[in-house]
C-alpha cells in the first residue's frame, strides 16, 4: 500500500545475457513478470491462455523436436482412427439402405390376375417359345434422398418413354447420416425394365442423383437370405463400429490431456523467441543486450533469477540501471480492495510518472459523494448486503468463472458497492430517511404540547386553521438540537421540503469548495516532488487566495450565519445570496444588513485579490521560463568561448575531444535540452488560467448536483410509497383479507424499488460522483498523461 500514493519508482535497466543462457533467463522473466522490454511487441507477447495445474515453464529448445514428434504421432493416429470410423459407419449406412430396399415390401410385376375383364387376365409377358422369348425383365432397387425423388421419377419416365415400372417408398425408420451424425429419411425404389439400352439410360440417370444402388433378387426366398444376411453383417459392424469409437476416445482423451499443456509451452516458446529477436548482439557475439523498465524494488529479484537461469551457462547475467530521458511508466500495484478504485481514475487516464494518485482519496470522497446523493437507511442496506454476499463469496470458483458480463462488472467493483452502501446508509440516518420514511430514534427536539399549552389553542382555533406552527421562541417549545440527523419532527411540516433544499443546497456548496481545495492543495505535493518550486508561488498560491477568497469566502458566510444567527433573530438575519451578490458589484443593500463589523471592505479586499492573481497566474510561470532558459544559454556561452580561446593556443586537442565526446557519451541528459518556445509556454498557461477561473465558478454550481440528486431520490422513493405502499396499506378490511392482499402489493414495491431506486438512481448516482471526481477534482493537479508499466509475462491478470 505504500506505492498508493505515489507511484513506484521505476528504472531503465539494461540486461546483458550471455547467449547460452538468454532463452532460460528470458523464459525466468516471463514466469517472474517482472520488466517490461522497450519494444512494443514484446510488451503484447503475454499470453491470455489458462494455464494448466501447476503451471509449466518455457519448454527448452531440444524439448521442441520430441513435442513435434508426438504431435505428429498423435495426429496420424487420430486421423486414421478416424478415417477408419467414417469408412465403418459409411459401410453401415450402406447396410441399412440395401435391408430397408428389401423389407420395403417392393415386389417385382408378375402375371397377378383381377376379375374385370378378360383382357386383365392375360399376362404381360408371352409365355415361352413365342415371338419375345428372348427378352427378360430386370430390376434395379436402390434409395435416394427424399428431395430428389420426384424429379427422378420424372426423368425416367421421359427418358424411358414409360417402358419401365418404377415404385418409390418412404422409410419407415429415420437413418443416421453417416457424416452429420443427424437423423434422415430416404426414398427406396425399384424399377422394372426390359431391354439393355433402357437399363443404360436408368443407371446413368440413377448415378447423375448419387442414388444408392442394390441388387435385388427375383425370388422371394432369395430376398429373404439376403435380408437376414445384411441384418447379421450389420450387427458385426455395428460391434466393429463401437470398438472403434471406443479406440477413438481414448485416443481424444490423450489429446486432451497433452495439447493444452503442449499449447501453452509453444506459446511460451515463442514469447520468449519473439523477446529475444528484440535483443541486439554484442560485438564480440557472446551475449544479448536488452533494455527494460523495472521497478527499483524488484532489482535484487531480477538480478537473483538472472543468476539462478545462467548458472549452468558458467557467466551469470548483469543487471545495471542507465539513465534516460524519456518518461518512465507508472507501476501502482494494487489489491482486491484497492483496484476497483485505482480502476476509476485510470480510466481518466494513467498518472504521470511519480504523480501524486488520486486513488487512496477515492476511497473516501467517491462513495462519500455518491452517499450524498442516495442517502436513504434502506436502499444502503440493501446495496451493502449485496455487496457483502459477494465478498463473501469472492473465493467460490463458481462465482470467479461465471461468464455473464453484468456479473462480473458488479463483482469487479464489489468493495466500492459495500462502501457505496455503508456511506449511504450514514448519509440515511443524517437525512432521517428508512424508505422515506422517518424514524424516531431519539426524542424529538420539538414539543407540541408546550406550544398548545402557552399558545391557548381551542377548538375553534383548530377548526379554523388547518396548519399549525411551532414558535421556537415560545419557551418549551424547542428543547435543543437533534442528537443525530434531521429531526423526524421535519417530516410532518408542510415546509419539509423548503427545509431540506435549504440544508442541502448549503452543504452542497461546503463539500464542493472543500473538495476543489483540496485538490489544488494535493498539487503543491506535485511542485515540491518535481522540484517546481516556481509554481508553488506562481501557480498554487494565486489559484488557493482566488478560489477561497471568492468561494471560501461563500463557505465562510453560510457557516458564520449558521453559527451567529438564533431562532430569536431569525426573522432579521440577512440573505447570503444577495452579500454576494453586492460583493462583485462593490454596492451594498439597505435592506440586507451585514452579517458582521467592517463587511464591506473585507469583502472589497478579497474580490481585489482575486482578480490581482489573475495576471500572476497567467504570466508569473512563462515569464519565469524565460528568465530561467536565458541564464541557462548565457551560462552554456561562456565555456564555449573559453574553449574557443583555448583552441587558438593548443594545436593538438584531439585527447581533449576525445574525453569530451566520453563525456557526453556517459550524460545524455546533458547533450539535449528542452527546446523553449515561449509562444507555446504562454498559450499553455493561458489555457490553464482561463480554464481555472472559470471553472471555479462552473465547478461550484456543478456541486448542486449533490443537492438536486439527493432531492430526487427522496421524491422518488415518497412517490413510490404514496403510491403502493400507502395504497395497500389503506385498503383496510379483515386482518387475513388484507394480509392476502399486502403480500403482491409488497411484491410490486420490492420489485419498483430495487428497479427503480436501486439500479437506475444507483447508476445516475454513480456517473454524477463519477464525473465530480474527474472534472473537478482531479483536474486541479492530476494530468493522467502517463502510461501503465506492462510487463513481459506469462502470466494471467486475475480479475
Known sequence: MGSMFRSEEVALVQLFLPTAAAYTCV????????????????????????????????????DLLRIQEETDRLAQELRDVRGNQQALRAQWHQLQLHSA???????????????????????????????????????????????????????????????????????????????????????????????????????????????????????????????????????????????????????LGRVQRLLPPWQVQIRKMKAVYLALNQCSVSSTHKCLIAEAWCATRDLPALQQALQDSSSEAGVSAVVHCIPCRDMPPTLIRTNRFTASFQGIVDAYGVGRYQEVNPAPYTIITFPFLF?????????????????????????????????????????????????????????????????????????????????????????????????????????????????????????????????????????????????????????????????QWHRLLLETLPELVFLLGLFGYLVFLVIYKWLCFTADSAATAPS???????????????????????????????????????????LGTPLFLRRKHQRRQSRRRRPLDEDKAGLLGQPDVSVASQNSDEEKAACPGDQEEEEF?????????????????????????????????????????????AMVMRVGLGLGGEMGVEAVVLVPVFAAFAVMTVAILLVMEGLSAFLHALRLHWVEFQNKFYSGSGYKLSPFTFAVEDE
Open 27 to 62: 523464459s525466468q522473466l516471463g514466469e517472474l513478470g517482472l520488466v517490461e522490454f522497450r519494444d512494443e511487441e514484446v510488451r503484447r507477447a503475454g499470453l491470455t491462455l489458462p494455464l494448466p495445474e501447476g503451471g509449466l515453464p518455457a519448454p527448452p529448445p531440444r
Open 101 to 251: 430396399v428389401l423389407g420395403q415390401g417392393h415386389s417385382p410385376p408378375s402375371a397377378a390376375t383381377h376379375i374385370d375383364g378378360p383382357s386383365e387376365r392375360t399376362p404381360l409377358l408371352q409365355a415361352p417359345g413365342g415371338p419375345h422369348q428372348d427378352l427378360r425383365v430386370n430390376f434395379v432397387a436402390g434409395a435416394v434422398e427424399p428431395h430428389k425423388a420426384a424429379a427422378l421419377e420424372r426423368l425416367l419416365w421421359r427418358a424411358c418413354r414409360g417402358f419401365l415400372i418404377a415404385s418409390f417408398r418412404e422409410t419407415e425408420q429415420q437413418l443416421e447420416d453417416p457424416v452429420t451424425g443427424e437423423p434422415a429419411t430416404w426414398m427406396t425404389f425399384l424399377i422394372s425394365y426390359w431391354g439393355g439400352q433402357i437399363g443404360q439410360k436408368i443407371r446413368k440417370i440413377t448415378d447423375c442423383f448419387h442414388c444408392h444402388v442394390f441388387p435385388f433378387a427375383e425370388e422371394e426366398a432369395a430376398r429373404r437370405a439376403a435380408l437376414q444376411q445384411l441384418q447379421q453383417q450389420s450387427q458385426e459392424l455395428q460391434e466393429v463400429l463401437g470398438e472403434t469409437e471406443r479406440f477413438l476416445s481414448q485416443v
Open 371 to 531: 452517499a450524498v446523493m442516495f442517502g436513504d437507511v434502506g436502499h444502503g442496506l440493501l446495496m451493502f448486503l449485496f455487496a457483502l454476499a459477494m465478498v463473501l463469496a469472492e473465493n467460490q470458483p463458481a462465482v470467479k468463472s461465471a461468464q455473464n458480463e453484468i456479473w462480473r462488472t458488479f463483482f469487479g467493483g464489489r468493495y466500492l458497492l459495500l462502501l457505496m452502501g455503508l456511506f449511504s446508509v450514514y448519509t440515511g440516518f443524517i437525512y432521517n430517511e428508512c424508505f422515506s420514511r422517518a424514524t424516531a430514534i431519539f426524542p424529538s427536539g420539538w414539543s407540541v404540547a408546550a406550544m398548545a399549552n402557552q399558545s391557548g389553542w381551542s377548538d375553534a382555533f383548530l377548526a379554523q386553521h388547518q396548519l399549525l406552527a411551532l414558535d421556537p421562541n415560545v419557551t418549551g417549545v424547542f428543547l435543543g438540537p437533534y442528537p443525530f440527523g434531521i429531526d423526524p419532527v421535519w417530516s410532518l411540516a408542510v415546509n419539509h421540503l423548503s427545509f431540506l433544499n435549504s440544508f442541502k443546497m448549503k452543504m452542497s456548496v461546503i463539500l464542493g469548495v472543500t473538495h476543489m481545495t483540496f485538490g489544488v492543495v494535493l498539487g503543491v505535493f506535485n511542485h515540491v516532488h518535481f522540484g
Open 576 to 618: 447570503i445570496l444577495i452579500h454576494f451578490i453586492n460583493m462583485f458589484l462593490f454596492s451594498r443593500s439597505p435592506t440586507n444588513r451585514p452579517l458582521f463589523r467592517g463587511q464591506e471592505v473585507v469583502q472589497s479586499t478579497l474580490v481585489v485579490l482575486a482578480l490581482a492573481t489573475v495576471p500572476v497566474l497567467l
Open 677 to 721: 518556445v515561449l509562444s507555446e509556454v504562454f498559450m499553455h498557461q493561458a489555457i490553464h488560467t482561463i480554464e481555472f477561473c472559470l471553472g471555479c465558478i462552473s465547478n461550484t454550481a456543478s456541486y448542486l448536483r449533490l443537492w438536486a440528486l439527493s432531492l430526487a431520490h427522496a421524491q422518488l422513493s415518497e412517490v413510490l410509497w
